[in-house]
């Protein structure tokens, strides 16, 4: 393995990797050395148009671009010399002159790469007394996207990403020279199923998202690691949030899952925790409180199992490991067989997005559950998690106890309804289809009584007199 | 335009005679000497008597053609391609144009001499979409080679040898003579330069391993294999060997080409061209191409050769010599080379993008009597941040006239400011 030196530093790295791809691997880039760059995504093939990332490398009479030059042995590569440095004011001066400036107008400002780079590398004040190249403001580039033509630094990272991800290829630059602007290729929009991944890449504000666009300041959120829950990939999450409430889902690196990207479904799910919430307890078909209908709950299992009668269980796919854990004990407890499960299933691609649409069919597998849509059958009790199963799965259950986030047909028959915490409301973790197990943090609290699944299970049993 | 040079050498001795476009013209004055003496040596012998003779690219960067022609792979595993630069996108340059007009089969035989020593299998012929006659001769040459059954498969019959020649129009920018932004156009994408690593010589055209050379390279090839490395070096310099030709435009009262040998006086040049019009006395020159410093009367001593102009802070560039008189004003002169450059940048490198707009928008300024001491300083700034950073030479082309200018030109531009207009009643229009 090649040796190289970066800022007097001695590290042995891969041979065949650019001097960017080296400090990412290491974990060295933005922590401990700083290389800025536009053009370049660890993702995406490499541009070398910024020319942001250029580095000295002894020996070597021109600096060169960190992202374009492949380590070698002895190579001595320094990136904060005065020529490094002089050379990166140059950049971030001349990507200045025309860029709009109107940062306190712009969503991007606090996630900006140009406010960043100008802060650490900029000149202090504007040399250039032209006007400023206009352009386009606010344009829809489709159902998700609002381009600002006047912010673009053409990166053309979004062009790239467009080309090699989803393969649909819609935007391009046009023009050359200072006339250079991105654009729509004519007749297209940018409308696939990854499209707002580009606002995420876009270094400034250029491209942004219509949903989250002037939502909220983003230094007034913060950013809670999690994992989505649309599908079997469990694509690494960032939940924003603030006030108690969920603004956004971005990304979250994991080359082994999702690299950094995610499906424009699984970003919009984060609506899902505050729309059709199963807000109120319910016991026998009108609204209860929460101590009421967990003793109510209890009286059902006890007298079922004091009649010897048949209790199934029925998890869900959608129900952390800890969660399905408990309902697994509880059932052996009362003697009932392993617990059922169903997964909603749709389409799928070769990207990220997966057929099976809940994050934790792995792990119902793994604890012993069997897969079935079939009818339940007779049965005096069915204890239930969620509603993967229509209520006509249901037709010959004397009583079910149900305990499920979301309002649903299975919600209005149950005997007892118990409101539970979403996996944003709660920690846990999923196991996604390639058997990764991975955990999530709560990043709200819920605004109305609910408890995690494992939770409300203990308290029906300790209600049903179960030790 | 005439059909020969003005002075003529070795390689434009035919231009004047028509039949020199025909297979049959062209091998009556003795064509395909060179090529046969090529195919009676090995590729590899080829390859060492073009690095012996020292013949530079007669493109503008003056690399050693025989090196280049040695980094191409020497294995056969995948098809070798030349690319033959026609694009002659350079203002001022007009020497390629005669060449294909007049010799196109002197290109053609060093094209296959260049194909014998690299194993290539095929070449393109990139020419400027706008030199429509210059495309119509090299097709015309190269279908009379196939006609022959020359080309294709047993190239002049020799077995195992299999080339293919194909002359493709460029559709019209400055870029697209850069070899990787030709590379670029010739695969049909818009022409941008390429970032290197990959080299063309590893992933050039159509991902195959390429070598680009200049027509006029390839048209001196012949000569140095049918007469010899000796013979082609007792021309020129010690470091730049053979002639060239010369495009003399502008204040002269014989604009045109002069075949002379490299390391020919700038003065003797000028006096090709008859001098400078009217009686007028000589202001600058641009001693190759738009892109290349201007020289002040003082210099007109210079050997014109790579090895002698770059120690006057320039270079020889394509041998376009632009002549201006003292009529002209420099700051215009800086307007209209910062317009082309800010037109023709590709727009993808920072630098080249913003700064060639800032330096023209600078330029006009000053022209017009708006500008301000800091315009002047920034004139003299904003081509520093340019230079020698981004993916291509252009951002160097577009910093280094402005610099010339200004290095020697300064009292012009200072004029400008204390009188806030242009005190050049008589320079050209803009």
Redesign the interface.
């Known amino acids: 393995m090649p040796k190289i030196a970066i800022d007097s530093v001695e590290y042995e790295v891969p041979e065949g990797r650019t001097i960017l791809q080296v400090l990412d691997d290491l974990g060295l880039l933005g922590n401990g050395v700083e290389v800025p760059h536009y053009c370049w995504h660890p993702k995406l093939s490499?541009?070398?148009?910024?020319?942001?990332c250029?580095v000295e490398i002894e020996g070597v009479p021109?600096?060169q671009?960190a992202c374009?030059t492949?380590v070698a042995n002895g190579m001595k590569v320094h990136t904060k010399s005065d020529r490094v440095i002089a050379?990166r004011r140059?950049?971030m001066?001349?990507?200045l002159?025309?860029h709009p400036l109107d940062c306190p107008i712009c969503d991007q400002a606090g996630e900006c790469k140009l406010q960043d780079h100008a802060f650490d590398w900029g000149v202090p004040a504007a040399?250039?007394t032209?006007p400023r190249r206009p352009a386009k403001k606010a344009v829809d580039l489709g159902p998700t996207i609002v381009f600002d033509q006047e912010r673009c630094?053409?990166c053309r990272r979004c062009v790239r990403f467009c080309r090699e991800i989803p393969k649909t290829g819609e935007l391009g630059?046009v023009?050359?020279?200072?006339?250079?602007l991105l654009e729509l290729f004519p007749g297209s929009e940018l409308d696939n199923p990854y499209s707002m991944n580009v606002a995420d890449i876009c270094p400034v504000g250029a491209l942004t998202t219509r949903d989250f666009r002037f939502k909220i300041r983003v230094w007034f959120t913060d950013d809670v690691e999690s994992v989505c829950n649309q599908c079997s990939r469990g694509c690494n999450i960032l939940a924003s949030r603030s006030n108690n409430k969920v603004y956004r889902f971005l990304p979250r690196r994991n080359d082994a899952v999702n690299d950094t990207w995610i499906c424009d479904h699984g970003r919009m799910s984060y609506k899902k925790n505050s729309t059709g919430r199963l807000t109120a307890p319910r016991a026998d078909g009108r609204e209860a409180s929460y101590t009421d209908a967990v003793k109510r709950a209890g009286e059902l299992v006890r007298a079922a199992l004091d009649a010897k009668g048949k209790i199934v269980g029925v998890a869900s796919p959608f129900a952390s490991n800890a969660d399905l854990a408990a309902f697994r004990d509880l059932l052996a407890a009362l003697g009932a067989g392993p617990a059922r499960f169903s997964v909603p299933r749709g389409e799928s691609d070769a990207i990220l997005i997966e057929a099976e649409k809940a994050p934790n069919a792995a792990g119902c597998r793994a604890l012993g559950m069997v897969e079935s849509n079939e009818q339940l059958g007779r049965a005096d009790l069915a204890l239930v998690l969620g509603h993967t199963l229509t209520a006509e799965v249901f037709g010959d259950v004397r009583n079910i106890v149900l305990i499920d986030t979301h309002e649903s047909a299975l919600s209005a028959r149950a005997t007892v309804a118990l409101p539970a915490r979403t996996f944003l409301e709660k920690s846990g973790a999923f196991t996604n289809s390639r058997g990764l197990v991975q955990s999530f943090s709560a990043v709200v609290e819920p605004t109305i009584e609910a408890w995690s699944e494992s939770d409300a299970l203990a308290q029906i049993a300790a209600a049903a007199g179960i030790a | 335009m005439n059909v020969e040079p003005y002075v003529k050498n070795y390689l434009s001795e035919h231009y004047g005679d028509d039949s020199f476009q025909t297979l049959a013209g062209y091998e009556a004055k003795g064509g395909f000497a060179g090529l046969r003496k090529a195919l009676a040596q090995t590729p590899e012998q080829v390859v060492e008597i073009v690095k012996a003779s020292g013949l530079r690219g007669r493109g503008g960067a003056g690399f050693a053609t025989g090196l280049k022609w040695s980094f191409m792979p020497k294995t056969n595993e995948r098809m070798k391609v030349i690319v033959v630069n026609g694009d002659e996108s350079e203002p001022g340059s007009f020497k390629d144009r005669m060449i294909m007009e007049r010799g196109p089969f002197e290109v053609l035989e060093g094209i296959i001499i260049g194909a014998w020593a690299m194993g290539a299998q095929r070449a393109y012929i990139y020419v400027r979409g706008e030199y429509t006659r210059a495309i119509r001769t090299l097709e015309a040459a190269v279908k009379e080679l196939y006609g022959k059954k020359r080309l294709g498969k047993s190239t002049f019959g020799v077995k195992g040898f299999d080339l293919d020649i194909v002359v493709h129009s460029g559709a019209g920018a400055y870029i697209c003579g850069e070899e990787t932004g030709l590379l670029e156009s010739l695969e049909g994408k818009k022409g941008q330069p390429r970032k290197k690593p990959p080299f063309p010589a590893q992933h050039g055209a159509f991902g195959l391993p390429t070598t680009v050379n200049n027509i006029e390279t390839f048209a001196h090839v012949p000569f140095i294999l049918d007469r010899g490395v000796e013979w082609f070096k007792s021309r020129g310099t010690e470091k730049s060997p053979g002639t060239t030709l010369f495009g003399v435009s502008g204040h002269v009262e014989r604009p045109g080409l002069f075949e002379l040998p490299l390391g020919t006086p700038l003065r003797e040049v000028l006096g090709h061209a008859g001098g400078v019009r009217g009686g007028r006395r000589l202001k600058g020159v641009m001693p190759g191409g738009l892109s290349m410093p201007v020289l002040p009367p003082s210099e007109l001593e210079v050997p014109m050769a790579e090895e002698f102009l770059s120690q006057r802070g320039t270079h020889l560039g394509t041998g376009g010599v632009m002549v201006m008189d003292e009529s002209v004003c420099m700051v215009r002169v800086a307007t209209v080379v910062s317009y082309f450059f800010r037109d023709e940048s590709c727009g993808q490198c920072t630098q080249c993008r913003e700064g060639t707009a800032w330096v023209h928008k600078l330029c006009q300024k000053i022209e017009r009597g708006r500008a301000s001491d800091a315009d002047l300083a920034l004139l003299s700034d904003v081509p520093k941040l340019m230079e020698g950073q981004t993916i291509c030479a252009f951002a160097d082309a577009a910093a280094w006239p402005i610099q010339g200018l200004l290095r020697h030109f300064r009292d012009d531009f200072e004029a400008h400011l204390r009188e806030q207009k242009c005190p050049f009643p008589e320079s050209f229009e803009l």
């Open positions: 490499v541009d070398g148009s910024c020319r942001l250029q021109k600096l671009i374009n492949p050379a140059g950049v001066e001349l990507l002159i025309n040399r250039t032209e630094i053409l630059v023009n050359r020279g200072d006339e250079s």
